[in-house]
């Protein structure tokens, strides 16, 4: 296991790093927390998204979805618009105000990230990217594997 403890150890300070940029974030004008501009972001990327397809794009249960959206629609940040193939359904979409908080949010995170990597190589930063989108896929599949595998009897005893 020597081999993942780099790995592990990066996922710390990674994660160190995330609390210290929500805090920071948090205390600029018109800030939108992490979690919220993800669930923009998700809106954003589809053109006509159910609250259930939402919570599955963003790994949330539908009641927790539910609730946020709740919050960002009395925030004038999305709208429901009436889907015509099911009366009772409704599709997700950012209102302008939605959409100018998002791009807000994506400018100050890139203004950050820009900056992280001035004195990277273009190939290092793409390599980089590339790379942590597959950690992160790894970690969603295998999580899910995870779970779904029975434990052990001698762990469940």
């Not at 794009?57 to 009395?74: F, G, K, N, P, Y």
């Not at 409704?90 to 209102?95: D, K, M, Q």
Request: net charge negative; with cysteine.
């Amino acid at each position: 296991m020597e081999h993942v403890d780099a790995v592990r150890d990066g996922v710390r300070a990674l994660m160190k790093v995330v609390r210290l940029l929500k805090q920071q974030h948090q205390h600029e004008p018109g800030a939108l927390a992490p979690g919220v501009v993800g669930l923009l972001a998700v809106i954003h990327n589809h053109e006509r998204l159910h609250l259930k397809e939402l919570a599955a794009a963003c790994a949330l249960d539908q009641s927790t979805t539910s609730r946020a959206v709740s919050t960002l629609v009395q925030d004038g940040l999305v709208r429901r618009v009436a889907d015509p193939g099911d009366g009772r359904a409704s599709f997700l979409e950012l209102t302008e105000a939605g959409a100018e908080a998002m791009r807000r949010s994506d400018d100050w995170y890139a203004g950050l990230l820009t900056a992280a990597l001035r004195d990277w190589t273009r190939a290092d930063v793409e390599r980089f990217g590339g790379l942590l989108k597959r950690f992160a896929e790894s970690l969603n599949t295998g999580a899910a594997r995870h779970e779904a595998q029975p434990e052990p009897l001698e762990a469940a005893r």
